[in-house]
């Protein structure tokens, strides 16, 4: 059991690393449109009890609202 927990907790931990380094090279933009997607999809998943469409709703709700609040101005 133990070995089974310590291999859950590295995987976890290395798709945490895999995760982060994808960010590195974003701008702001990008990374505030992913931040939203993420947040979004929470949210959505949540208010919807789990629901497959509230989860992806919000998380295109978020990613657009994401998107926008950081447009450059031109």
Do not use: E, H
């Not at 089974?4 to 702001?28: H, V």
């Not at 505030?32 to 979004?40: E, K, L, R, S």
């Amino acid at each position: 059991m133990r070995t089974t927990y310590q291999t859950l907790i590295g995987t976890a931990g290395f798709a945490a690393l895999l995760a982060l380094s994808g960010c590195s090279g974003m701008d702001t933009q990008d990374r505030n449109t992913a931040i939203g997607a993420g947040v979004g999809g929470v949210a959505g998943s949540v208010l919807t009890g789990g629901s497959t469409v509230g989860t992806v709703g919000g998380a295109v709700v978020g990613g657009v609202v994401g998107n926008q609040v950081s447009k450059p101005n031109r």
